[in-house]
């Protein structure tokens, strides 16, 4: 390993620069007017596999985005790790909150990143974490110390749901056999307390319109009369939990596998500050469910949450209307073993039961997902462990995120295969916000890791 150690230290400053380029072109998914963008990046993730060594590249099409696969087969009869990744980003919006634009990246430092931060959308989620697996096979390609087989994965479509991603893993069940899937698009605690992520939350997401008179109203003459259906969906929304911040959909925690008193005081051993907590995101105090802790909160309880509101008249000045229409973009966040189909559909029964009279709702589901959890005795986790402590000089801490990831849950289905989530970024990176960053220091920690991870597994499973 010190050749690839020495070649990762030489070879830094290329590195870097190379991320940056890849940062420059704005790929999101989510707007069409950047299709040519989204698909130039395809092209450049090939072509930097192309120069790491990687074989096979293909520039896979789908109905949507391209997959971007390569792989470097060295014998057969040797362990197959996938690699999976995106490298489509999120829009930048709000642009004008960016201190400095969102696609010329650029290094700064702060309290957390001393060593410096890459500030760009996506540097962290997820083309950084994504680009330190291709950095990482080659420098253990280039210096011959491949132990095993590696396939890459990368799609274009994950932040909008991955439909064409389970496509492509259908058709292609041979070209993806494998032992197992390695991630990186998550998380850690902090620089000096690494972690390894243990589930992800899967994701129910609707679209909400509430519909009173059949146009605008002057708010004099019609005002108290009839269903407002702003004032409506307000009621509706805020009726979803009670004083204890349960949510009250009928049913929605039927399924919702609740852990072990044991399970929790394990949870509860991650270092923890309220006071820190608070004062990153300058709130005087922390909100949620009743019963359970922040860090409890955010990975093993389901949520609720309305993402955007609109309706009536927003411009300057004042206007006396009565809307016609009021709509909401409503996420629930679900945990094993919460179906994200069940729980739309007990969304819609309760939200139509709710409308107040006058008024007519109605309720667009979007792409779900499925929770996952990962085992932490897999031969996965422990070379990841090892990994970790061999880089961190610590052994690292299994976390459940709050975060999602569909195609978790899809893979095992499909494939049969555990993924395990070696994230690098940090909560405070900022991903889907203005400003997002990725530490410098990560993303070489990453690189520097990711190869011990290939050496433990492989020689795992050969003992
Ligand atoms: N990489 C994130 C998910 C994530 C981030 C998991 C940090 C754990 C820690 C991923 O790109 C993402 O943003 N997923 C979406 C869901 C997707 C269906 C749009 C999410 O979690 O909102
Ligand atoms: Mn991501
Ligand atoms: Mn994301």
């Excluded at 060594?53 to 520039?59: D, K």
């Excluded at 243990?198 to 004099?220: A, C, F």
């Excluded at 016609?324 to 919460?338: E, G, N």
Aim: aromatic content about 8%; hydrophobic content about 40%.
């Amino acid at each position: 390993m010190e050749a690839v150690n020495d070649y990762i230290s030489q070879n830094k400053e290329r590195f870097l620069n190379e991320l940056m380029e890849l940062l420059k072109v704005p790929s999101v998914s989510a707007d069409p007017k950047f299709a040519a963008d989204v698909n130039k990046t395809a092209e450049l993730v090939a072509d930097n596999l192309r120069k790491a060594g990687a074989e096979n590249i293909e520039i896979c099409k789908t109905a949507g985005y391209p997959i971007v696969y390569g792989d470097k087969i060295i014998d057969n009869s040797l362990p197959t790790i996938l690699v999976y990744g995106h490298y489509d980003v999120q829009p930048a919006d709000p642009i004008e909150l960016w201190t400095n634009p969102a696609f010329e990246p650029i290094i700064k430092k702060t309290e957390i990143h001393p060593e410096g931060a890459i500030f760009a959308r996506g540097a962290c989620d997820d083309k950084g974490q994504m680009f330190m697996h291709v950095k990482a096979f080659e420098a253990m390609n280039k210096n011959n110390s491949l132990p095993c087989n590696v396939k890459f994965m990368i799609e274009g479509e994950e932040e909008v749901g991955s439909e064409n991603l389970g496509v492509f893993v259908k058709n292609n069940h041979e070209r993806l056999k494998a032992d197992v899937i390695l991630v990186s698009d998550t998380g850690m605690l902090a620089n000096d307390v690494p972690s390894i992520t243990t589930g992800l939350r899967g994701l129910s997401y609707v679209e909400v319109e509430v519909t009173g008179p059949n146009r605008d109203l002057h708010s004099g003459l019609y005002g108290g009369c009839v269903a407002n259906p702003i004032n409506s969906l307000a009621k509706m929304i805020a009726s979803l939990h009670d004083a204890n911040n349960h949510i009250t959909i009928p049913g929605f925690y039927d399924k919702v596998i609740d852990l072990t008193d044991e399970e929790r005081a394990e949870m509860a051993k991650a270092p923890f500050s309220k006071e820190a907590y608070c004062k990153a995101l300058n709130i005087n105090d922390v909100l949620g469910e009743e019963g359970y802790s922040t860090m409890e909160r955010g990975s093993i309880r389901p949520t609720l949450d309305v993402n955007g509101i609109w309706g009536g008249y927003t411009g300057d000045g004042a206007k006396t209307v009565i809307a016609s229409k009021a709509y909401a973009k409503i996420s629930m966040r679900l945990v094993p073993d919460q179906d994200p189909a069940e729980i739309t559909k007990l969304f819609v029964d309760h939200f139509e039961s709710i409308a107040p009279a006058g008024t007519t709702v109605k309720v667009t589901p979007h792409h779900g997902g499925e929770p996952a959890v990962t085992p932490i005795d897999s031969i996965g986790y422990q070379a990841a462990s090892l990994a970790y402590e061999k880089t961190f000089n610590k052994k690292p801490i299994p976390v459940r995120s709050g975060g999602s990831i569909p195609i978790v849950a899809m893979f095992e289905k499909e494939l049969g295969l555990k993924t395990v989530l070696m994230g690098f970024g940090l909560d405070s990176d900022a991903i889907h916000s203005p400003n997002e960053h990725y530490g410098v220091f990560n993303y070489f920690k990453g690189i520097e890791t990711i190869p011990y991870f290939y050496k433990f597994y492989t020689e795992l499973s050969q003992s």
